[in-house]
């Protein structure tokens, strides 16, 4: 290499407009371009995403593998990762932002291992919720991780998990998610009445829970009638959504706000509501929803899934942890919440202390560079090289 600094390739075999793995990859890119790193962006389209338009408007290298006839064969999978494999040279960095596609992972480590490069993969969600597939995939997708030279979980919670899941008996590197700063300073809660519960990310019935949560919601209001729901996100369910609220007893008090833009529209959000409820089934690391959260210093009623307990277990002055699966427990959760609010033993600024301890960029940098064994570069005016 004789002095070259290596190239990381972000690498997703599926993305797909704006979710939270297209949040990640979008702050991870400016903060490597920040830097001066040598980095590109090489993705599998699934659906439009105006993100990489504007990283490339910044001067971010960006491919994108269009879909292309025989898909559901995966081929244009197979395209992009010969078309990122035919450019690496030795000591290069492919980092999946997220879990590959397990029929594909095998071939593309191998594919950059001949190359001399390494690879590194963040997992989405825990592994429990991305088992290998039976028979023959599964075997090679549990060599491809055991190939894996850099194993990242977004979560300690999750860590375990890789062993009992894949077999993987190696190091498993824990790395937040990158998160942009949004908010410098915690967000005054409003006045009440009314309690406002907030709700704001994807528009996912069944992983988000929100099945569940507008029955707890309802619970909530035969004790409090002067409360309101205010949902906010996009999604693949936003139609069942729609169905849900209205069969609602408590209909008049929920209002349905649909998608957002991050930058322009989350300090709003956060200013109209007291507290947030994430009661997810499933997840990953810590949201990115829950991240912004708790940078604007909001009190968040939450799963033990994931990586969640990572935010708020033993930490009561940030957020409650709920079992997701009873109405009544999240229902009584947010009425505790109501009653700390009123006698003022929430304070904004201890939650966002709790973000400010272990969550920002930095940190997630910072562990970044340690997982792939690269060494901490001073920030520059200048793109990616």
């Not at 190091?171 to 709700?199: I, K």
């Not at 009190?299 to 930490?315: C, N």
Request: aromatic share 8%; glycine share 10%; with cysteine.
């Amino acid at each position: 290499m004789s002095g070259r600094a290596p190239t990381i390739w972000l690498f997703s075999d599926i993305l797909a407009g704006l979710g939270g793995i297209e949040t990640y990859l979008d702050a991870l890119a400016r903060k490597l371009h920040a830097e001066g790193r040598r980095f590109r962006i090489a993705v599998s389209l699934n659906g439009p995403t105006p993100m990489l338009d504007d990283l490339e408007a910044i001067g971010i290298p960006v491919y994108r593998q269009r879909r292309v006839p025989g898909d559901r064969f995966h081929i244009r999978q197979r395209l992009l990762i010969r078309h990122v494999a035919r450019q690496i040279q030795p000591g290069d960095w492919v980092y999946c932002v997220r879990q590959p596609m397990p029929q594909l992972y095998l071939p593309l480590v191998r594919a950059v291992h001949r190359r001399g490069g390494k690879v590194a993969a963040s997992w989405i969600f825990s592994p429990q919720h991305l088992p290998p597939p039976p028979g023959h995939a599964g075997r090679d997708f549990c060599r491809a991780v055991a190939e894996t030279d850099a194993v990242i979980s977004v979560s300690e919670c999750a860590k375990h998990e890789f062993a009992q899941v894949y077999g993987y008996t190696g190091h498993v590197n824990v790395v937040r998610y990158h998160n942009r700063a949004l908010f410098d300073e915690a967000v005054p809660m409003p006045s009440m009445p009314p309690f406002r519960v907030g709700y704001a990310g994807r528009i996912d019935i069944h992983q988000k829970n929100l099945d569940t949560l507008l029955q707890a919601f309802a619970l909530l209001c035969e004790r409090r009638p002067e409360s309101v729901l205010n949902l906010h996100g996009g999604g693949p369910d936003e139609d069942g959504l729609a169905k849900l609220v209205a069969a609602s007893p408590v209909a008049d008090r929920i209002t349905i706000h649909g998608r957002y833009d991050l930058a322009r529209d989350m300090a709003g959000i956060v200013a109209a509501n007291h507290v947030f409820t994430y009661a997810s089934r499933f997840e990953g690391g810590p949201c990115f929803s829950l991240l912004e959260l708790g940078q604007a210093g909001r009190f968040v009623i939450a799963s033990p899934v994931g990586g969640i307990p990572d935010l708020y277990e033993g930490h009561d002055e940030a957020g409650a942890l709920v079992d997701f699966r009873e109405a009544a427990d999240i229902a009584d959760a947010l009425e505790q919440a109501a009653i700390r609010i009123e006698k003022g033993e929430i304070d904004e600024r201890a939650i966002r202390q709790r973000y400010l301890a272990e969550f920002t960029q930095d940190h997630a940098h910072a562990q970044f560079l340690q997982a792939l064994g690269l060494e901490p570069v001073a920030a520059a005016d200048g793109g990616s090289k």
